[in-house]
């Protein structure tokens, strides 16, 4: 149980366009998503956190409005690069959890982004 | 939020215990110790968390300082599969500004030798 799914898992895109990267829960309903960014041998990064039906909230630094965070239902978020450059190329990851006890988050395998 | 202090890496043999330690010496009452590891291009895999007792699953045991300001991570036989690098996480609990967020340092990075 607890599964989450990220698609795709990779993608490759061209500087100036747009990416959707789609973060679900299978098997359990997620009332808060997380999203984060690792670069090559680092750690994560939490970017934002969204709750189900309201809006993101977004770590000090993230730009809102170059990553839209959509999280319309209890199983699905989206997170979309807009106007991608190199420098967003990164792994980007998500977890969901459901809010209750014991509270851990579930993490996605994560998408590789790579823009050109 | 309280930081965690684990070593950069740390290295085990094949079937024998691994003790992987993390400092959180401004901890707070509320705060889960929470453990996850993860694997190169994946994403992080739940391990283990506690907040005040030790905890046993099949993955692992949490061993908690008395104080709360130290934790240990116990692997008990490793496995090569159990190669990755493991983050020690404080989760605030509720009630505090930052509820249920995860802050990931640097982290250990562990290796198994056959």
């Known amino acids: 149980g607890a599964v989450v799914s990220q698609h795709p898992s990779w993608v490759i895109c061209k500087s100036g366009t747009s990416v959707k990267i789609e973060c679900r829960s299978l098997d359990f309903q997620a009332t808060t998503m997380f999203w984060y960014r690792q670069f090559p041998k680092q750690s994560l990064m939490l970017m934002a956190t969204s709750n189900e039906g309201s809006k993101a909230t977004y770590e000090q630094g993230v730009e809102k409005d170059k990553f839209l965070i959509n999280h319309a239902s209890l199983t699905l978020s989206t997170l979309t690069v807009t106007s991608a450059h190199p420098e967003d190329s990164s792994f980007y990851i998500c977890?969901?959890?459901?809010?209750?006890?014991?509270?851990?988050?579930?993490f996605g395998p994560g998408t590789r982004l790579t823009v050109t | 939020d309280a930081k965690t202090t684990q070593p950069n890496s740390m290295e085990s043999n094949e079937e024998e215990p691994v003790h992987l330690p993390c400092n959180h010496s401004?901890?707070?009452?509320?705060?889960?110790i929470h453990w996850y590891r993860q694997l190169p291009s994946q994403g992080p895999e739940y391990v283990i968390h506690?907040?005040?007792s030790n905890v046993n699953n099949r993955m692992a045991s949490l061993a908690i300082a008395e104080d709360r300001k130290s934790s240990t991570l116990i692997l008990h036989r490793a496995t090569l599969r159990d190669a990755a690098v493991y983050y020690c996480?404080?989760?605030?609990?509720?009630?505090?500004?930052?509820?249920?967020?995860?802050?990931f340092g640097q982290g250990t990075i562990l290796t198994v030798h056959p």
């Open positions: 401004t901890i707070s009452g509320t705060d889960y």
């Open positions: 996480i404080l989760r605030v609990g509720a009630g505090g500004t930052s509820y249920g967020k995860l802050t």
């Open positions: 506690g907040l005040t």
């Open positions: 977890s969901a959890t459901t809010g209750k006890v014991p509270y851990e988050q579930y």
